[in-house]
């Protein structure tokens, strides 16, 4: 099993464009999560989803959008990017009914906006 | 609004040493998760603590947690050189909320 993957790994946009992160699990998870990472900061949620077709705002979804048509993917886009932007993206996954079961997190997006 | 605080946010210490890492929060929660992080890799889930009282241990780490203080400690025990990572709390309320972290480097 792969796990979770990310796609791409790095990214560097202008500010103003756009893009779409690629979030993939093969554990049949239900719940999803896109946080972003930065120095000093830990973990920031971005948006969630507790199934296919659903999603929610987290601490931090303004500037972000976020679509789970099927179960094993999570997208996040970017519909203009900003420099505040600048961040490793990281993806999770979670089984169970609930928002805090354990997180099983990706490898990571490293974007930056210039 | 829930806070949690970890500390301290950056350790340099000594091969052999035992040290502990702190995580406050402030709200009621009953399940706490410690990660660990390598430099430019992802998180990895070491230790859930889903009762007061209730300790786990995995080679030189042992994690515990005090629900009534709200406090999880983790204390490293002769560190090694692998140890050396940042490692995350997460109070799980609602949803799982991070600590800053605590950046771990130990020195042979």
């Known amino acids: 099993n792969a796990g979770v993957t990310q796609t791409p790994k790095f990214r560097v946009l202008k500010t103003g464009q756009s893009m779409t992160l690629l979030c993939a699990q093969d554990m049949n998870h239900e719940y999803m999560y896109w946080y972003r990472q930065d120095p000093g900061m830990g973990l920031r949620l971005i948006h969630y989803?507790?199934?296919?077709?659903?999603?929610a705002k987290g601490e931090v979804p303004d500037g972000y959008n976020v679509s789970r048509l099927k179960k094993q993917n999570f997208l996040l886009g970017l519909e203009s990017a900003a420099p505040s932007q600048t961040s490793v993206y990281f993806c999770?996954?979670?089984?169970?009914?609930?928002?805090?079961?354990?997180?099983?997190f990706g490898p990571g997006t490293r974007l930056t906006v210039l | 609004e829930l806070k949690v605080e970890q500390n301290p946010l950056f350790l340099s210490m000594q091969e052999g040493k035992n040290y502990t890492i702190y995580c406050n929060y402030s709200?009621?929660?009953?399940?706490l998760y410690w990660y660990r992080q390598d430099p430019g890799k992802s998180l990895e889930s070491l230790f859930v603590l889903l009762s007061n009282g209730a300790v786990k241990q995995e080679g030189r780490l042992m994690a515990s947690l005090d629900t009534k203080a709200r406090l999880s400690t983790l204390h490293i025990t002769a560190a090694v050189h692998d140890l050396s990572a940042t490692y995350f709390c997460a109070v799980a309320v609602n949803q799982l909320i991070w600590g800053a972290g605590t950046k771990l480097i130990i020195k042979p």
């Open positions: 999770a996954s979670s089984y169970g009914t609930t928002n805090y079961n354990e997180q099983f």
């Open positions: 989803s507790v199934g296919e077709g659903t999603t």
């Open positions: 709200t009621t929660s009953d399940r």
